[in-house]
């Protein structure tokens, strides 16, 4: 499989065309047997009390043809009291094995779900930011929860319902070989013209449960998208489109879901009718059998029995047929992620970062196009170094290349062309959570966790004590608005820190920043969306922050900037001036035009 994943605003249409019957079935289930034979314990289990429960299911109808023959026929009523008896001790066995092959398989479900899930996403956070790009974060959690729900909702179910299923079928037909060869091989006659049409049928459920699965991972994608915009949606009066839009995405959902049950119910159908009308001529056979003399009254309803037996068994695995369908269309969108493997991953033989760290950065000729090679470039042949302790800003118009060159730095995407060091050593080089152990990242609109103000800063640094997050709290000025809430640090800031003003998200994750305590610094337009106060108390956590550090700083407001060491004016993904302010201003370029625009309105 390529590193691409199924692309989101496919077609449904195009994955299963209309009238093709998908040659790999219920393949992807295959995916999902590794998991199960983790747990070998539990499975030998599953498998010794399935066997039991099944033998025993199967010893009643023996039991109930001796009864017929040795008691009602006889009219010897102590063997019915005999046989009555025996069914009683084989039905109290059935019931432990019952009850326990239940148990066992319903765990073992719950725990390769578990695996699953797990598996999926720790498998999410190591794909490469270009798959994000790439795909809908709605509709990676849609497969993540709603896919995994599915198979939830049958794996253990399903799985034992056909395994005790095919265990039935089997030995019903040894027992009818055993009870009446004659009637076996009229039952074996018959039994293709029910198998083969189900089969047939059952193939296209496959492409009707993909689709199904698709419908639901666009409306969950869509809703997740609008619920966390909702105050963009209410500022500019989308409720009602919005709300249509969601409605014709759930009415394609249901009639793609109803088409789906419309076939399942036409194949149930047809399994009941098909094995009625066989179930109805083996009884007529049996009847001449039995007038004929070639088997006893008890042998013909043991042999019906069996027969009801393996019908009814048939027509479950049927029914699990059809959803074993939809949980391979679940299965296949999962493993599509897991087959997906990471654009950007550590070297085969990596190189190590220098102990003590020496903060330094260097760019060589560096290209880079988001679309490959061929793409439209967002940086071409930038060249600059950063020494230790160095302070270096970037500037220039949106889309120059500022933050990109912040997002090369942490290889969150590989380079076209040219090189990159850190402390010396090519980025491609180093292992990826070493590489971006080096540095602390302060973003424009920092990400907020719905959690607790301490969990937020403890994110830079889990294993951190209590006074080392107090200490990086004071350092960011956090402390300051942290006094004042009833439940202090414990305090639950809302889904991307809601109940935060922006000033105190942008110390929030500064306060991160600095309990990170990493040797380069990354600053994104960290004071941009400010006002005059907070922008003066981030300026001065941030001044804390950068002591010491190497810094490379994103800037729109040139103020903020004017002590660089270094100043790097940036136009159409090249380096067009750099130099000190004062060197920039005297050079009446670029820079001096923004700064004279800036420093005017102020």
């Given at each position: 499989m390529t590193d691409q994943a199924l692309p989101i605003e496919a077609d449904p249409e195009k994955i299963v065309p209309e009238g093709h019957i998908e040659p790999?079935?219920?393949?992807?289930?295959?995916?999902?047997?590794?998991?199960?034979?983790?747990?070998?314990?539990?499975?030998?289990?599953?498998?010794?009390?399935?066997?039991?429960?099944?033998?025993?299911?199967?010893?009643?109808?023996?039991?109930?043809?001796?009864?017929?023959?040795?008691?009602?026929?006889?009219?010897?009523?102590?063997?019915?009291?005999?046989?009555?008896?025996?069914?009683?001790?084989?039905?109290?066995?059935?019931?432990?094995?019952?009850?326990?092959?239940?148990?066992?398989?319903?765990?073992?479900?719950?725990?390769?779900?578990?695996?699953?899930?797990?598996?999926?996403?720790?498998?999410?956070?190591?794909?490469?930011?270009?798959y994000f790009d790439r795909n809908r974060i709605g509709e990676l959690t849609s497969r993540l929860n709603g896919d995994v729900a599915v198979i939830r909702g049958a794996v253990?179910?399903?799985?034992?319902?056909?395994?005790?299923?095919?265990?039935?079928?089997?030995?019903?037909?040894?027992?009818?070989?055993?009870?009446?060869?004659?009637?076996?091989?009229?039952?074996?006659?018959?039994?293709?013209?029910?198998?083969?049409?189900?089969?047939?049928?059952?193939?296209?459920?496959?492409?009707?449960?993909?689709?199904?699965?698709?419908?639901?991972?666009?409306?969950?994608?869509?809703?997740?998208?609008?619920?966390?915009?909702?105050?963009?949606?209410?500022?500019?009066?989308?409720?009602?489109?919005?709300?249509?839009?969601?409605?014709?995405?759930?009415?394609?959902?249901?009639?793609?879901?109803?088409?789906?049950?419309?076939?399942?119910?036409?194949?149930?159908?047809?399994?009941?009718?098909?094995?009625?009308?066989?179930?109805?001529?083996?009884v007529w056979?049996?009847?001449?059998?039995?007038?004929?003399?070639?088997?006893?009254?008890?042998?013909?309803?043991?042999?019906?029995?069996?027969?009801?037996?393996a019908s009814g068994a048939l027509t479950n695995v049927s029914e699990v047929l059809g959803t074993l369908q939809m949980v391979a269309g679940s299965t296949e969108r999962l493993t599509e992620i897991l087959d997906t493997e990471p654009a950007i991953k550590d070297p085969a033989s990596p190189l190590d970062l220098p102990e003590p760290p020496l903060g330094t950065v260097e760019f060589d000729k560096v290209s880079f196009a988001y679309d490959g090679a061929n793409g439209e470039k967002v940086l071409d042949g930038v060249s600059f170094s950063v020494a230790k302790g160095q302070t270096v800003a970037l500037v220039g118009p949106s889309g120059s290349g500022k933050s990109t060159t912040l997002s090369l730095l942490q290889r969150f995407y590989d380079i076209d062309g040219g090189t990159i060091r850190v402390d010396g050593i090519d980025v491609r080089d180093l292992r990826l959570g070493e590489l971006r152990q080096r540095f602390a990242y302060v973003e424009q609109e920092p990400i907020i966790f719905a959690g607790t103000i301490r969990d937020n800063i403890l994110f830079g640094k889990p294993e951190a004590g209590h006074e080392e997050v107090i200490a990086a709290a004071k350092a960011a000025l956090v402390d300051d608005f942290v006094a004042d809430l009833p439940a202090g640090y414990d305090t639950i800031v809302g889904e991307r820190g809601v109940m935060l003003s922006g000033g105190q998200k942008q110390r929030l994750a500064i306060a991160r920043a600095i309990l990170r305590n990493a040797p380069i610094l990354l600053l994104d337009e960290a004071t941009s969306a400010l006002d005059a106060q907070s922008e003066y108390l981030v300026q001065l956590a941030l001044e804390h922050l950068m002591k010491g550090r190497t810094t490379l700083v994103i800037a729109h407001r040139l103020a903020t900037i004017r002590d660089a060491s270094t100043i790097l004016v940036l136009e159409g993904g090249r380096i067009i001036d750099q130099g000190t302010h004062g060197e920039l201003v005297a050079k009446d370029g670029r820079y001096a035009e923004l700064a004279k625009l800036q420093f005017r309105e102020a």
């Open positions: 790999r079935r219920l393949r992807p289930l295959q995916r999902l047997v590794p998991f199960v034979l983790a747990y070998p314990v539990r499975l030998s289990l599953t498998l010794l009390f399935l066997l039991i429960s099944a033998i025993t299911s199967l010893a009643i109808p023996a039991a109930l043809g001796g009864a017929i023959d040795e008691g009602f026929v006889a009219q010897n009523l102590e063997n019915v009291g005999r046989y009555g008896w025996i069914v009683l001790t084989i039905a109290l066995v059935m019931a432990i094995a019952s009850g326990a092959r239940f148990y066992f398989i319903s765990v073992i479900g719950e725990r390769v779900l578990a695996d699953l899930r797990q598996a999926v996403f720790g498998h999410l956070l190591r794909l490469d930011a270009a253990g179910s399903s799985l034992s319902l056909a395994l005790r299923s095919m265990v039935t079928i089997i030995g019903a037909l040894v027992m009818m070989i055993l009870t009446s060869p004659a009637l076996t091989l009229a039952v074996v006659i018959a039994l293709p013209l029910v198998m083969v049409p189900v089969i047939a049928f059952s193939r296209r459920l496959r492409g009707m449960s993909r689709k199904t699965q698709d419908a639901l991972a666009d409306l969950s994608a869509m809703a997740t998208e609008m619920l966390g915009a909702n105050r963009t949606v209410k500022a500019f009066t989308q409720e009602q489109v919005q709300s249509t839009l969601y409605d014709q995405r759930s009415e394609a959902s249901y009639h793609a879901e109803t088409r789906r049950l419309g076939a399942r119910a036409v194949m149930v159908g047809m399994v009941i009718f098909l094995g009625t009308g066989a179930l109805v001529g083996l056979w049996g009847a001449r059998s039995v007038f004929d003399g070639a088997v006893t009254a008890g042998q013909l309803a043991q042999f019906l029995v069996y027969a009801l037996m």
